[in-house]
């Protein structure tokens, strides 16, 4: 595997966040875009795995669970209110300690190896810029340099 995947219309990066949440609105998105028929194949052997599930166990909701309130519809809000009600409420301060947490996954921590093994998988082990998962995934899907 290297270079870059084909963007995928309607599907955000790892850092836009959703009332303070990063990765939420990415989850939410593989979600609607599944249930359309639309997530290409190569990202539904992870679905409910990795970042989604850590999401989903922050808010206490079960990724089934989740993907049927998505499949109701409404908006991220919406569907972040519910998670809310249906598993734990989160305040803006544990909003952001976890999805700073998130978002420096493979930088310096127990994850730093697997971040190196797929970096070098992709062809990337020269690309000093990428130093965390989110990293990955915006490079993976042409977002960074």
């Known amino acids: 595997m290297s270079g870059v995947r084909q963007p995928v219309e309607g599907l955000r990066g790892p850092r836009e966040g959703v009332e ?24 539904r052997a992870n679905l409910g795995e990795g970042f989604d599930k850590a999401c989903c166990e922050f808010l206490g909701v079960g990724y089934g ?13 919406e569907i972040l209110k519910w998670c809310e009600k249906e598993g734990r409420l989160r305040d803006s301060g544990e909003r952001k300690v976890w ?14 190896d ?28 042409g977002r960074l340099g």
Request: glycine share 10%; no cysteine; charged share 45%.
């Open 20 to 43: 303070g949440l990063v990765y939420f609105g990415r989850m939410v998105d593989k979600l609607r875009l599944e249930s359309m028929g639309k997530l290409p194949e190569d990202y």
């Open 65 to 77: 669970k989740l993907k049927e309130r998505v499949r109701q519809g409404g908006t991220d809000e």
């Open 99 to 112: 999805s700073e947490f998130l978002a420096k996954r493979g930088w310096r921590d127990e994850m730093a």
């Open 114 to 141: 697997r971040l190196l093994f797929r970096k070098k998988e992709a062809g990337w082990g020269k690309r000093d810029e990428i130093e965390t998962f989110f990293d990955y995934i915006d490079a993976d899907e």
